[in-house]
């Protein structure tokens, strides 16, 4: 992506965050669609829209793990797409260091701390889900344990 994208890119996002004075990133939901309607967007369509929504997801994602707002644009406007927890946690310490290019080296190194403990935090939670969202192997075990004790019970002595 070339420089002058991202400066356009940086000034469109600026250009909502300006015009929405009372939005606030850190807490906005995004996936309210009454809340995003509400939004002054200016002129722009809906494909530009939805574009500038991702954007601003992304922007919002960077910024809870502590990013600076400059920071966060150039992270997900960059080459590698660094817009998510996952995608910041998928690398190395000193691989995000050397694709990231903060000028704060401990800044950077505490966004990919608070990208591994989302990331892994995240997984913990859907490993609980997928253990209990499954009744039905209880069930199994329950009912493979009955017909045991059953069958034990029809042994003669």
Known sequence: MTNTTQNGNHKNLASIITENPKLDMLT??????????????????????????????????????????????????????????????????????????FMDADKARMIHREARQKTAGSMVFLANVIQFSAPRHAKNLFDNAENLRSGLGNIPS
Do not use: P, T
Request: net charge negative; hydrophobic share 40%.
């Open 28 to 101: 906005f939901n995004f996936f309210d669609k009454e809340a995003v309607n509400q939004l002054a967007w200016g002129n722009m369509k809906q494909g530009e829209i939805d574009q500038r929504l991702d954007s601003l997801k992304a922007y919002q994602r960077l910024l809870r793990l502590g990013s600076e707002s400059q920071d966060a644009i150039a992270l997900c406007q960059g080459q590698h797409k660094l817009d998510s927890a996952h995608a910041i946690a998928s690398l190395s310490e000193e691989a995000f260091l050397e694709v990231a290019n």
